[in-house]
């Protein structure tokens, strides 16, 4: 069954030091691959998506993830984190078997930003 | 443009009420999705429509849960006979199409039963 395993539940960082979050999925196929925030009070915005090709993405705010299929690993990253980054972080992997998009995500990592 | 909207922001209700919450998705966004949120919880697969396609209801936790699509745009997940389990955060989210995995989501109902 298709799984997302985010070890970390809590992250705390100091700003401007650099951040990782981990992700690992299970999935039978090359999966579609998300990384959502989501601020307090807010909905889930989209920071990044990898579909197909270079397996480094660049999304929004400065962050990246590299996948890698070795290791069934898409990891979040940014090399300075900012007070404004403080929020929760959600991996999530979206199956495509009969056009179906159905997103199944992680359980969370919040992150704390130190000043 | 405007993003997807959800009412009421935060429901507080009495355990055996029945509740509606409301959906509004991006103008012209085909598919729809309803989520739920628990405290300390990744987000739970509820129902997803598909323009005039029978909706995929498998996440649905129970039969207390159904939900509607009207016109193809606005949505409604009713929870009748709540009980104290079901209060989390419900998110609505919205796509262009069923090729774009791209999901916009709506900022929840917080669904409180006491």
């Known amino acids: 069954a298709q799984s997302v395993t985010q070890p970390d539940i809590h992250i705390t960082v100091s700003e401007g030091a650099s951040l990782e979050l981990r992700c690992n999925y299970s999935?039978?196929?090359?999966?579609?691959l998300f990384w959502y925030v989501q601020s307090p009070g807010q909905g889930l915005q989209l920071l990044l998506k990898?579909?197909?090709?270079?397996?480094l993405v660049q999304g929004i705010k400065g962050f990246e993830a590299e996948f890698k299929r070795s290791q069934s690993s898409f990891n979040l990253r940014k090399p300075s984190v900012h007070w404004s980054d403080a929020a929760e972080y959600f991996c999530?992997?979206?199956?495509?078997?009969?056009?179906?998009?159905?997103?199944?995500f992680g359980a969370g990592t919040r992150l704390a930003v130190h000043p | 443009g405007a993003g997807v909207s959800q009412s009421p922001s935060n429901k507080v209700t009495e355990k055996g009420k029945d509740v509606e919450l409301r959906c509004d998705p991006i103008?012209?966004?085909?598919?729809l999705y309803w989520y739920r949120q628990s405290l300390g919880q990744g987000l739970e697969f509820l129902i997803y429509?598909?323009?005039?396609?029978?909706?995929?209801k498998s996440g649905l936790p129970s039969d207390r849960f159904s939900a509607e699509r009207t016109g193809g745009s606005v949505s409604t997940l009713t929870i009748q006979r709540t009980q104290q389990e079901d209060s989390a955060v419900y998110l609505c989210?919205?796509?262009?199409?069923?090729?774009?995995?791209?999901?916009?989501f709506g900022p929840g109902t917080r669904l409180t039963v006491t």
């Open positions: 989210a919205s796509s262009l199409d069923t090729a774009a995995y791209e999901q916009y």
């Open positions: 103008s012209g966004h085909t598919a």
């Open positions: 990898y579909f197909s090709g270079d397996t």
């Open positions: 999935y039978g196929a090359t999966p579609y």
């Open positions: 429509f598909q323009g005039n396609s029978a909706p995929d």
């Open positions: 999530a992997v979206g199956p495509f078997s009969g056009g179906y998009n159905k997103l199944i």
